[in-house]
């Protein structure tokens, strides 16, 4: 089945630091994934849309300078959490679908395994 | 605004036992609906539900959906340890946005 591999799975740092995140592919292309954040105990709440070879489209809310986004290939998206701060401590979590499955048809978004991000 | 409200938030169950989470929904441009399993990392996908009254199962979960009352339901029989996670309802937009409900955190004690 369809593979997402996240990286790193943790990252603590000291803050004004700025963290990437990886979000690969591994066995389909995705020309789309998605960004999410969860709180302790709170759903996933989508940040932003990562479309390769364009601009994300972030949710409201979500400062596009704080979370910048580059989808550069069809099977990478990364997501640099920029001069981060304790209040941007949380899950972060990366989601694709199987470009070749078709826009339209009804095949799920698989995850990563997520990236554990504490700011000190 | 989108809304997906799962319920129990919280259940606690022996072993054995069968279980019952609820999601309804309102959402505009309905897709499908889905269900994510989530322990420690990122949700593991169970079951997409797209037309009403058709019942989706594997092994001891199962799952169906009513589109017109906005709601679907999980099933778990016979439940066990293992099965302890949070369950995530979740709504696919036409957007291809996915709008996540709190979700139901399950515990099976033995």
């Known amino acids: 089945g369809a593979v997402v591999s996240q990286h790193p799975s943790w990252v603590i740092c000291k803050s004004g630091t700025s963290v990437k995140i990886e979000c690969r592919s591994l066995?389909?292309?995705?020309?789309?994934m998605f960004w999410y954040r969860q709180f302790p105990k709170q759903s996933l709440m989508l940040m932003a849309t990562?479309?390769?070879?364009?601009?994300?489209?972030?949710e409201q809310g979500v400062e596009k300078d704080k979370f910048l986004i580059n989808h550069a290939s069809l099977t990478l998206s990364t997501l640099t959490v920029t001069s981060a701060h304790p209040e941007d401590s949380s899950f972060y979590i990366c989601?694709?679908?199987?470009?070749?499955?078709?826009?339209?048809?009804?095949?799920?978004?698989?995850f990563g395994d997520g990236t554990r991000l504490s700011i000190l | 605004e989108d809304k997906v409200v799962q319920s129990p938030l919280s259940l606690v169950v022996h072993e054995g036992d069968t279980v019952t989470l609820n999601c309804s929904y309102e959402?505009?441009?309905?897709?499908?609906l889905l269900w994510y399993k989530q322990e420690k990392k990122a949700p593991t996908f169970l079951f997409m539900l797209?037309?009403?009254?058709i019942e989706k199962k594997s092994g001891r979960l199962s799952s169906i959906l009513d589109k017109k009352e906005l709601f679907s339901i999980l099933n778990i029989t016979a439940t066990q340890t293992g099965d302890s996670a949070v369950y995530l309802c979740?709504?696919?937009?036409?957007?291809?946005?996915?709008?996540f409900g709190k979700g139901t955190k399950l515990t099976v004690n033995p």
């Open positions: 797209t037309s009403s009254g």
């Open positions: 990562s479309n390769e070879g364009s601009k994300a489209t972030y």
């Open positions: 066995d389909f292309q995705a020309t789309t």
């Open positions: 959402v505009t441009n309905f897709r499908s």
């Open positions: 989601s694709a679908r199987d470009r070749g499955a078709g826009a339209r048809s009804n095949q799920p978004q698989h």
């Open positions: 979740a709504v696919l937009r036409g957007s291809e946005k996915l709008v």
